[in-house]
Nanobody, 124 residues
């Protein structure tokens, strides 16, 4: 059973940066599409970014385009989300999710495996 663990969240000032990691134990993530999602209090979970399992194509929500970058690690069991120029509205719990042989989608229901989430708070 694939298990995902997110890390790298924390408190950062507006304009700052964080790098989130999504790691799997005992599995390579190369065969999975990986999505990053976030959920703020009182709001629905929304897709932030994803990378597909086929050609490495990446996708971003309009709200983070140009500020966030998704990438696969050299170790093949980690995917990163580099977040720059953070804004207070980026505050949320961030989750990574995996879709076997997936093409990449920003729809939460299409992912089979989820991590437990990591809190990101952007505040001065």
């Amino acid at each position: 059973q694939l298990q995902l663990v997110e890390s790298g969240g924390g408190l950062v000032q507006p304009g700052g940066s964080l790098r989130l990691s999504c790691a799997a134990s005992g599995f390579t993530l190369d065969y999975y599409a990986i999505g990053w999602f976030r959920q703020a209090p009182g709001k629905e979970r929304e897709g932030v970014s994803c990378i597909n399992s086929r050609d490495g194509s990446t996708y971003y929500a309009d709200s983070v385009k140009g500020r966030f970058t998704i990438s696969r690690g050299n170790a093949k069991n980690t995917v990163f989300l580099q977040m720059n120029s953070l804004k207070p509205e980026d505050t949320a719990v961030y989750y990574c999710a995996a879709q076997p042989w997936g093409g990449g989608t920003m729809t939460p229901n299409e992912y089979d495996y989820w991590g437990q989430g990591t809190q990101v708070t952007v505040s001065s």
